[in-house]
């Protein structure tokens, strides 16, 4: 009985331990319930107060989760202010993922993101840049490892206000990752703004190292960029491929990179008057951020103008361009640029042919990134025709003018034909912090002569118009600049000049005059030995100032004339078809006049003086008007005729008389007028009055004689002696030196160079 007792009491105590272990259960399914069902409610509330935390702010920051389970979370509306509207996220994850702090992937709809972007660049979110942090500046490792294998953007919206306007990108964007480091990537952006709008699409495969893919590139721009540029109907198109492997970078372009430009204008300074076309290809694009770099480009440029300035006017074509870029191990950049056909013009000035540009690091600065460039070009030539100069070839370098000096830049220039006869040359240096420089220049002197070197052979321009120029030129110039402006003088020296142009003769002319940027000073002085257009002008001495428009200022004019004088004075236009002089006359010789006459034995004493107007149009010189009169002191004139005229005036009574009375006439009044082509036959018309003491008794008479003749029969002045002026020797060697040696230079082409004054390289 007592056994059976204990039995009983131990089953209900069993069963009791059941019931609780069933209860226990019940209640931690039903825990489990709830925590399930509460768990999308309780995970939305720890990411918004997350959000709300990082942000700082309570307001306008939501969230809305609409699914949260094992291996899916999902968003809807995610909200930051006005800063960042997300309309759906779903992101996916198994537990061994999350263990390794990544995700199976993540999607993303329909985001809008909106910020600023500064006129310095820097661009902020608002809200969103609290909650993003600070980007980490830790150095990469090489790989790239995504927090999700799969990222995909799609209708992605970010909106930046700038000083231009509002800005505008959408993203679209599929990439993934197979295993670790590994990405394929497509990626299209769209950029729109008002004065720009630009298509990308991105695709490549690789890893932080090695990449292989290719970009597709359209742009268009147009609009006002500021106060001063202006650019219309701009279109890029690139579509280039790429490989990157062991972190050298290999590009190609089976296509042309094209850009056109239809209107391009910078206020004031610079505009395109016709649309520019540009094609770029890549023969090979090599860049090593470790070892050596090289980049192969050609190209071509259609036919392209633009105006500069004012009105400088600068075209060419340019079909074949080879663009070369090299970066050394060491970091040293060096490169070129040759344009081997083609040709750019500025149509007013020169044209160029055959550039080619180098640059190589410098070996005159202690810098280590100082860079030397060094300019030929092949060909400068005249595009007007007829040309006005001789082609010519051009070598420049540039390079940093030392450490010392700042920012400054050396700079020299040489000018030479071909067979280096005419060489001229310009050095100096410029501070681009300053803006300023100066430079000087140098023309060793240049001496040509029929069957040498001639002087239409460097001006061709002459060609015609000049023969038989002898002589010799030389020349040299200081100029500087500064922010406000440029300033130079050019000293140019003729030496023993001899030609025969448009229908002047001039023999010995020596000259060494300034030219400044406003014309010249005045002052400058020429002298010639001789000058003869019909006229026999001999020792002329002229101070003259040269205008900016071209018009010559004759401060005077003085040339011995028939052993008198002759000067003038006035403005004068040497491009003007019409043109005119008036000389006044001094001290005349009658008797040199009375050459005009065509009379054997006729001779005189006394002077005149009066007034010798000259026109000139085209190339034919004429005298109109010019009026000599007899000084006070009257003179005489005595006729000793030979036999035949004699037997003319027995022939003659009239002529017979007039030569009975100039036998010996003493004339008290005299007048003398000339009119007709001074190279031609001209009218001299003569008003004598006086008596011939043998004559009626000395009766007084007075008679007009007009006779025909050419003034280049006047007693020639070829055996005078030709005194070059003192003014002239002083200023040629203030130009030379004082060992400047001025008699007459042998015909060759001099070989001692100039004075140590004169500028060097």
Same mark, same amino acid.
């Given at each position: 009985?007592?056994g059976g007792?204990?039995s009983?009491?131990?089953?209900?105590r069993?069963?009791t331990h059941l019931?609780l272990l069933a209860v226990g259960v019940?209640?931690i399914?039903a825990?489990?319930?709830?925590?399930?069902?509460f768990r999308v409610p309780i995970a939305?509330?720890?990411?918004?107060?997350?959000?709300?935390r990082?942000?700082g702010?309570?307001e306008?920051?939501?969230?809305s989760?609409?699914?949260?389970?094992?291996d899916?979370?999902a968003?809807r509306a995610?909200?930051?202010g006005d800063?960042?509207?997300i309309?759906?996220?779903?992101a996916r994850?198994?537990?061994?993922?999350?263990f390794?702090?990544r995700?199976?992937?993540?999607?993303?709809?329909?985001m809008?993101l909106r910020g600023?972007?500064?006129?310095s660049g820097n661009?902020s979110?608002?809200?969103l840049?609290?909650?993003?942090?600070?980007p980490?500046?830790?150095?990469s490792s090489g790989?790239i490892?995504l927090?999700?294998?799969l990222?995909?953007l799609?209708?992605?919206?970010?909106?930046?206000s700038?000083?231009?306007?509002p800005?505008?990108i959408t993203?679209?964007?599929?990439?993934?990752q197979? @295993?670790?480091?590994?990405?394929?990537?497509e990626?299209?952006?769209?950029?729109?703004h008002?004065l720009?709008?630009?298509?990308?699409?991105l695709?490549?495969?690789?890893?932080?190292r090695?990449?292989a893919?290719?970009i597709?590139?359209?742009?268009?721009?147009?609009?006002?960029?500021?106060?001063?540029?202006?650019i219309?109907?701009?279109?890029?198109s690139?579509?280039?491929?790429?490989?990157?492997a062991?972190?050298q970078?290999?590009v190609?372009?089976?296509e042309?990179v094209?850009?056109?430009?239809g209107?391009f204008?910078i206020?004031d300074?610079?505009?395109?008057t016709r649309?520019?076309?540009?094609c770029?290809?890549s023969e090979s694009?090599?860049?090593?951020t470790?070892d050596?770099?090289?980049v192969?480009?050609?190209g071509?440029v259609?036919?392209?103008?633009f105006?500069v300035?004012?009105?400088?006017q600068?075209?060419?074509k340019l079909p074949?361009?080879?663009?070369?870029g090299r970066?050394s191990e060491?970091?040293?950049?060096?490169?070129?640029?040759?344009? @081997?056909?083609g040709?750019v013009e500025?149509p007013?000035?020169v044209?160029?042919?055959?550039?080619r540009?180098?640059a190589?690091p @410098?070996?005159?600065s202690?810098s280590s990134d100082?860079t030397?460039?060094?300019?030929?070009?092949?060909?400068?030539?005249?595009?007007?025709k007829p040309?006005?100069f001789?082609?010519l070839?051009l070598h420049a370098?540039?390079?940093?003018?030392?450490?010392?000096s700042g920012?400054?830049?050396r700079f020299?220039?040489?000018?030479?034909?071909?067979k280096?006869?005419?060489?001229?040359q310009i050095?100096g240096?410029?501070e681009e912090?300053?803006?300023?420089?100066?430079?000087l220049l140098?023309m060793?002197?240049?001496?040509?002569?029929p069957g040498?070197n001639e002087?239409t052979s460097?001006?061709?321009?002459?060609?015609g118009?000049v023969t038989g120029?002898q002589g010799s030129i030389a020349?040299?110039g200081?100029?500087?600049?500064?922010?406000?402006?440029a300033?130079?003088?050019?000293?140019?020296?003729l030496s023993?000049l001899?030609?025969t142009?448009?229908?002047?003769?001039?023999?010995?002319l020596?000259?060494?005059?300034?030219l400044l940027?406003?014309g010249?000073?005045?002052g400058q002085?020429?002298?010639?030995g001789r000058?003869?257009f019909g006229?026999?002008?001999?020792?002329g001495e002229?101070?003259?100032?040269l205008?900016p428009t071209g018009?010559i200022?004759l401060e005077s004019a003085v040339?011995?004339f028939?052993g008198?004088e002759?000067?003038?004075a006035?403005?004068?236009?040497?491009?003007?078809?019409?043109q005119?002089l008036?000389f006044?006359?001094?001290?005349?010789?009658?008797g040199s006049?009375?050459?005009?006459?065509?009379?054997?034995?006729l001779?005189?004493?006394?002077?005149?003086d009066?007034?010798?107007?000259?026109?000139?149009n085209g190339?034919?010189?004429e005298?109109?008007?010019?009026e000599?009169?007899?000084?006070?002191e009257?003179?005489e004139?005595?006729?000793?005729?030979?036999?035949?005229?004699?037997?003319?005036?027995?022939?003659?009574d009239q002529?017979?008389?007039l030569?009975?009375?100039l036998?010996?006439?003493?004339y008290?009044?005299m007048s003398?007028s000339?009119n007709?082509?001074a190279a031609?036959?001209?009218?001299?018309?003569?008003h004598?009055e006086g008596?011939?003491?043998?004559y009626?008794g000395?009766?007084?008479?007075?008679?007009?004689?007009?006779?025909?003749?050419?003034?280049s029969?006047?007693i020639?002045?070829e055996?005078a002696v030709y005194?070059i002026?003192y003014?002239?020797?002083?200023?040629?060697r203030a130009?030379?030196g004082?060992?400047?040696n001025l008699?007459?230079?042998p015909?060759?082409h001099? @070989?001692e160079p100039?004075?140590d004054?004169?500028p060097?390289?």
């Open positions: 009985m007592e007792h204990s009983e009491r131990r089953r209900p069993r069963r019931i019940l209640i399914v825990l489990l319930a709830v925590v399930i069902s939305e509330s720890l990411l918004l107060g997350e959000l709300q990082r942000s702010q309570t306008g920051v939501a969230v989760v609409t699914r949260f389970d094992r899916h979370l968003l995610l909200q930051i800063d960042l509207l309309a759906r996220l779903d994850y198994s537990p061994t993922g999350l390794a702090s995700l199976d992937s993540i999607e993303v709809s329909g809008r600023s972007l500064d006129a661009i979110f608002g809200l840049d609290a909650i993003l942090g600070t980490s500046s830790e150095p790989s490892a927090p999700t294998a990222l995909e799609d209708d992605a919206r970010i909106e930046l700038t000083p231009e306007g800005l505008v993203v679209d964007s599929h990439v993934s197979q @295993s670790r480091g590994q990405l394929g990537t990626v299209e952006v769209t950029l729109e008002r720009a709008t630009l298509k990308a699409r695709d490549a495969n690789g890893d932080g090695d990449w893919g290719s597709s590139l359209d742009a268009v721009l147009s609009g006002n960029f500021g106060t001063s540029l202006r219309g109907d701009a279109v890029l690139a579509h280039p491929t790429f490989t990157i062991a972190g970078t290999t190609h372009t089976d042309c094209k850009l056109h430009i209107q204008e206020f300074r610079l505009r395109m649309p520019f076309e540009l770029i290809r694009i090599s860049i090593d470790q050596a770099s090289v192969h480009l050609i071509s259609e036919p392209f103008s105006v300035g004012d009105g400088l600068v075209h060419g074949a361009m080879n663009i070369e970066r060491d970091g040293q950049l060096s490169g070129s640029l040759e344009i @081997s056909r040709t500025l007013s000035l044209g160029a042919r055959g550039i540009l180098e190589r @410098s070996t005159h202690a100082a030397q460039l060094e300019l030929w070009i092949d060909t400068l030539y005249d595009p007007q040309a006005r001789s082609e070839g370098t540039l390079r940093d003018a030392g450490a010392s920012d400054a830049v020299d220039v040489e000018v030479a034909d071909a280096r006869e005419l060489v001229i050095s240096d410029h912090s300053l803006g300023k420089g100066n430079a140098k060793q002197p240049f001496t040509f002569c040498g002087l460097i001006l061709p321009i002459l060609r118009t120029a020349t040299k200081r100029f500087s600049w500064n922010s406000e402006g300033s130079g003088q050019v000293d140019v020296a023993d001899k030609a142009a448009m229908g002047f003769e001039i023999e010995h020596f000259a060494a005059v300034s940027e406003s010249s000073p005045p002085m020429l002298s010639i000058i003869g006229l026999e002008l001999t020792n002229i101070l003259f100032q205008l018009e200022i040339w011995m028939a008198g002759l000067s003038t006035g403005r004068l236009d040497p491009y003007a078809e019409l005119s008036i006044d006359a001094r001290n005349v010789d009658l006049l009375l050459e005009l006459v065509a009379l054997d034995g001779s005189g004493s006394g002077t005149l009066g007034r010798l107007p000259l026109y000139r190339d034919r010189i005298i109109r008007d010019a000599l009169h007899a000084a006070p009257g003179g004139i005595q006729y000793r005729p030979d036999p035949s005229a004699a037997s003319v005036g027995a022939a003659d002529f017979g008389t030569l009975q009375i036998e010996d006439f003493h008290t009044e003398l000339i007709g082509d031609a036959e001209v009218v001299v018309a003569i004598l008596s011939n003491p043998g009626l000395g009766q007084a008479v007075d008679f007009n004689l007009s006779v025909e003749s050419r003034l029969d006047l020639s002045q055996g005194q002026p003014t002239i020797e002083e200023r040629f130009f030379f004082p060992e400047v008699p007459p230079r015909c060759v001099p @070989s100039m004075d004054s004169s060097q390289r």
